[in-house]
């Protein structure tokens, strides 16, 4: 049984349609009901196959309806690691299976998702039979098919983005984004950037100059994130002719910035090179996709990179000159 | 060429296909382990192959709006990355053949950008 969920008004200004979405389908409309299962007998190469052949990365393993198993990719990457893929699927499958209802809500298989970290979950119908399966993929699929009505709704927002630069009057008009980075935060690296990509994309940018100013502060992000003491800030100011981004951090500081501007020079650890990085190419790649790049550093005050991308006149008054 | 087309003839490992896979047009592919090389030349190349498995790899992808990565050397990334693939659409395929056999085997099909 699902509780009929009660918000307050705080809360409820936080929901966001895709939440309402979660509430209002069932995984009977999102889930795959074209199963391929697996006999608990099979080989696992022969489930390899079958997943390679099917293009999926997971399956149930079962008996008729009767759902005894689930096998994951996890599975074949310990079968192929111990190099023991002559196995038999029973030896390799998880047994306790944790499991969907199909007349449930969506919103309970998200919080199913979260509790068991799990890739893909069987759905059964309420007399224990093996229906379908469902994965996160799925569950945003339908989410969007139901998202696509809404599409038009967005297609407004984004003109409106769009001509945001136009609809406010003023001397000088800006919009200013702003990003905490973490030290060593290796697994939200590139989030900062992407989300700055996809404004100046909302706000008209041609993908030419997204993609340059992406990688920019790409760049520079993974700089604060590999080589500050405590992480940074970025700051990112848009305005009709141009793009300036800054990154701001407070030490250790760069000895010797000419030092540091030359391609192939790199001070990362063999840690951080292991994991591609490191290459002494960042600053020349900034260097390559701004317009105006200013790097000023001390021990005292640490780093501050300047970047800025100027973007070509059009001819209509005060018209956003972004696209 | 289709990716799904490309997967079959090099034996490649589904880890995560993103089902608009197959609307892209594979023409070029590009082949480096450090990621600023990437960063710097495989802007609107279709396939990059690496055999680079931590996390990172996706947000380079998306960055340059790379649609499938192609894992060499048998490394498997963690579910994380997986997962965080999955979340934006990019296709990750895993191999035990090395780079340089990669590279030649998409070479021999055709791809040459």
Redesign the interface.
């Known amino acids: 049984m699902t509780e009929s969920p009660v918000f307050t008004d705080a809360e409820a200004a936080k929901i966001t349609r895709v939440e309402e979405l979660a509430y209002e389908l069932v995984i009977d409309q999102v889930m795959t009901k074209q199963l391929i299962t697996l006999d608990p007998k099979e080989t696992m190469h022969a489930a390899?196959e079958k997943?390679?052949?099917n293009?999926?990365?997971g399956a149930p393993v079962a008996k008729d309806r009767d759902l005894i198993g689930i096998l994951s990719?996890?599975d074949?990457?310990k079968a192929?690691r111990d190099g023991r893929v002559d196995r038999r699927v029973d030896e390799y499958m998880t047994t306790s299976v944790i499991t969907v209802r199909n007349t449930d809500q969506v919103v309970e298989a998200l919080k199913t998702f979260r509790q068991y970290?799990v890739?893909r979950l069987p759905v059964l119908d309420p007399s224990g039979n093996l229906v379908g399966m469902l994965t996160?993929?799925d569950i945003s699929?339908g989410l969007l098919a139901a998202l696509q009505q809404d599409y038009e709704a967005e297609e407004v927002i984004r003109y409106r983005a769009s001509h945001l630069f136009e609809d406010i009057n003023s001397d000088r008009t800006s919009l200013i984004l702003r990003y905490n980075v973490k030290k060593d935060d290796?697994?939200h690296?590139?989030?900062a950037?992407?989300h700055i990509?996809k404004a100046l994309l909302r706000l008209g940018a041609t993908?030419q100059i997204a993609?340059q100013c992406?990688?920019a502060v790409?760049?520079a992000e993974?700089n604060l994130i590999i080589h500050t003491l405590h992480g940074g800030e970025i700051m990112v100011e848009i305005e009709p002719h141009k793009i300036t981004m800054e990154t701001s951090d407070d030490g250790p500081g760069i000895p010797d910035i000419g030092q540091a501007m030359q391609p192939g020079f790199s001070t990362a650890t063999e840690e951080v090179r292991s994991?591609?990085?490191g290459?002494?190419?960042?600053l020349?790649?900034i260097r390559?996709c701004v317009n105006e790049m200013k790097l000023v550093s001390s021990e005292e005050s640490g780093t501050n990179l300047l970047m800025v991308m100027h973007l070509p006149h059009q001819g209509h008054e005060g018209k956003a000159n972004i696209t | 060429m289709k990716m799904?087309e490309i997967?079959?003839k090099l034996?490649?490992?589904?880890?995560?296909?993103n089902?608009d896979v197959d609307t892209h047009d594979i023409q070029s592919a590009y082949q480096s382990?450090?990621?600023?090389?990437v960063?710097?030349a495989a802007?609107d190349k279709s396939i990059w192959v690496?055999l680079?498995n931590?996390?990172?790899?996706?947000?380079?992808a998306?960055?340059?709006?790379i649609p499938v990565i192609i894992i060499t050397e048998?490394a498997?990334p963690d579910?994380?990355t997986?997962?965080r693939a999955?979340?934006e659409g990019i296709s990750v395929y895993s191999s035990p053949k090395g780079n340089y056999q990669i590279a030649g085997e998409l070479w021999e099909l055709g791809i040459t950008e």
Do not use: W
Request: hydrophobic letters at 45%.
């Open positions: 390899l997943f390679r052949v293009h999926i990365s990719i996890e074949l990457i192929l970290q890739g996160k993929g699929d290796f697994l690296g590139g989030k950037s992407n990509k993908p993609r992406g990688i790409y760049e993974m994991k591609g990085f290459a002494g190419m960042g020349t790649n390559s | 799904t997967a079959d034996k490649l490992i589904p880890l995560t296909v089902e382990d450090l990621l600023s090389c960063i710097c802007g690496t680079i931590n996390i990172n790899i996706v947000a380079v998306k960055l340059l709006d048998g498997l579910e994380a997986i997962d999955r979340l």
